[in-house]
């Protein structure tokens, strides 16, 4: 069994993408091994914290005034299986919302839009020992620097809406594991 | 830039899980590389040629009397990750569906639903030089062991669905690698 | 965290090397995932189903009127790692005999003997997709095809020596996991 | 397919060791994915910025008044792989110098000689998401530490060269993975 | 330190496909680890033999009435790699070949060329415990499927050119590993 | 073959976490390649030296007067792998000192205890170009910061010990090795 241990961090923090970082988990919340937490607060990213070149080359900041943020890191360091990881988790975070608002929802990428708003962020990217992903939805949408939609134009919690997402992935990841240990070879 | 060739074969193929075998589109299609082709044709399993434990062990066999199949082959050996890429093939499958269905549709693992109404089977394994998936829509859903539903049941053409559901797994797997290549390590 | 599943099977099975196979755990035990079983009988492999072709070629045949044996199967398929697992896996079964004969075992590679006699047989291989360890040790010793001791010998039960090199090779490969979690690169 | 893309800049490049760095093709020419760009310019690398350490330890900076320069990223992580293809590489690059020179140039591991002139500079090496190659072949040939020929010397044009060199490269990459997709295994 | 173990063998072999398969060389001459052989016999390669599906497809058979033979096994597992080595392989032989014979030859992917006349055949493949090469060029010329060359109609005498081969090969192995080992990562 | 070089290193040297380091013995040694080196020297490992989180978060330094160091580089990747090498190079150790001290000794996860005392420490990590081991045994005992045992305390000499546990391990490796690729798959 690979069981992705899951928490929700009651305490605010700011992501500035230092948390994109391995063992940020270890170090802070005592989790060994492959483990996503979550938590609520301003997304604040400074050029030079970002990873996705793409943005930099564009100088697309990354600023929200409150996001709810999920963390995962993986142990293991194949950077394409963790963008596959990323967009399933996205299509997770895509699904809860859609059950809840009650209508469908784009994703484009690894990016999810209620039409023209744009409702996320999310990266993923590999360190020497581990693979790691962010994603963040808004809750507010005031002062972004695009269009943006958040949890609270849909009058949505933050608390029980990470805890489904967290949940589901981590069922899922259990899932994929099992179907790979059932199979047989050709 | 790695690109997933696809191509809609027009001849009648009767899925039996010979199918599901390294070099099968290369052999008789004549594309080479990573592939993804789709073909019209009744689905009927043997056990002998399942290759899904599970299923093998509750004796489960996979028949029904037409479906939109499709066939992909990657040219890399990593099991999980074929798997992870199977599952966002279903979500890509489940939301070309959705669209045109116009309602919701559930999916469990590897699996699309209606309800209780299955509408799809699907495997991913491994062969020494390749990783292969394998997933079905019901085209009619009768005579089949569980309660199905299938795309005459809602009106829906499978050629133009197939097209579009290959063209978006092309999509998005070439945009999975962009992502790979455009984000620093931490 | 990642498992390993182990389980003390009464059944008494003979083993002749079909057991160290893709799958045989699952297939029989119904455990799915990295998992070690243990099970009594006696041993006699055809040389048609050795792997270790140093034996092939030498035609050394295994047979013991009864050991105590272990099948592991991993879902990875590093051949390498799996022998550095099997070699561990040998020093802590010389580690739990010690500590009961109270006298100190010879290691020479995967094989344990006491003086000129020898008490095991072992080998790791690898499926297309997973990695196979078999390991057994004589609970009788005669009519070996060479020198040998059991554990009748030592007036040793094999139940709960099983149970407890079994639990700590669980052990062992829970805290190789976490100590490869716990690491910073350098 | 695997494609490489290739680019020749016009843009003057001193190449100091700096351009053998992740990314460094993408954030400055946009290319995005496994590529190869040519430039010409000085050579000057300070010991702190080389990554041979052999060349290190024997105090040998890297020194030319003119230089044709390839820079390749391939995002993968195999650095034996790397090494095996900026062989390759060097292979193509001396065949396209004999062709054009009409006489036969040596190879001595990753270097090109005319008899004791060295012709040629090349490293691979392996960032965290990548590998990278850098390979120099002398425009001119005086002033260098050791004895040394240049394309002036030999009355060839540096840019026709590059780009034969490029579309080889180009298309035995290609080919190479053409190969491994349409072989059966054994 | 990694070495490719070589040897010689003087008796006469017919190369059938058989020798393409995971440790021919160790059960028939006890070399166990990386290795290359080399023999001299006729090749006749039936087509349900061939793993070069492209040959398969367009029937192409193996025949010469005599040839010098290459069989090498390396004990890892990534055919891309293996792909890259063999081609290496090819350049040694053409380099080998063109110092003998005085003039340049042609090399199209892993085959070598007198212009249209065929000097050699090669495959690189996979087992699930190792990668496998052969390679074989004409001694004799006639009764070729195609327009071939040997090395009777260069007056070259199999075994020394045999030796060198191997012995380069062999080195260029191991300086391969070297630069993999003494460069530093960026 | 795969053969890891081994070398006692005469020069006293303090242990202090900067030895964990890729090409740490190359660039000193000047051996290039899979190796170990021992010497003799304190162990004073500053906080921001540990790679060991879990050390790290306990504010657990690294301190002996006096210690037998082993330093370990491997130009593979994979972190898990390098575990079971250094979990395997701890029972070398056990086995040496046992058979001189007369006494069972204990292992528990990486380090070896006689009782409550610990004669031991030692980590495996990985640099983005290799992995790497330490593992030191203390020869003094006093002004440790936790309950230690040290070879005086035995009355053992430190050269002579080095030296068997370094040759036992080397030839480990080769054993291990030749296992991989003497086995079949299955």
């Not at 992903?133 to 943006?148: D, E, F």
Request: charged share 25%; hydrophobic share 40%; proline share 4%.
């Amino acid at each position: 069994m690979k069981i992705v241990q899951t928490k929700f961090i009651r305490k605010r923090i700011t992501y500035n993408g230092a948390q994109l970082a391995p063992h940020w988990i270890y170090k802070n919340f005592d989790i060994c091994g492959d483990a996503m937490v979550c938590f609520i607060g301003p997304a604040d990213v400074p050029l030079k914290n970002m990873v996705d070149l793409e943005d930099v080359k564009s100088q697309s900041p990354i600023y929200s005034e409150l996001m709810l943020h999920f963390i995962a890191e993986f142990f293991d360091v194949d950077l394409e299986k963790a963008i596959y990881r990323q967009r399933l988790f996205m299509v997770i975070m895509k699904e809860c919302l859609e059950k809840r608002i009650g209508k469908r929802l784009q994703r484009r990428g690894d990016d999810l839009y209620d039409g023209k708003r744009k409702l996320t962020v999310s990266i993923a990217t590999a360190s020497p020992i581990s693979t790691l992903i962010h994603a963040g939805i808004n809750i507010k949408s005031k002062n972004t620097p695009v269009l943006t939609a958040g949890l609270i134009d849909y009058q949505l919690a933050a608390k029980p809406l990470a805890d489904e997402i967290a949940s589901l992935f981590k069922r899922e990841c259990a899932s994929i594991w099992k179907a790979r240990c059932k199979v047989q070879g050709r």
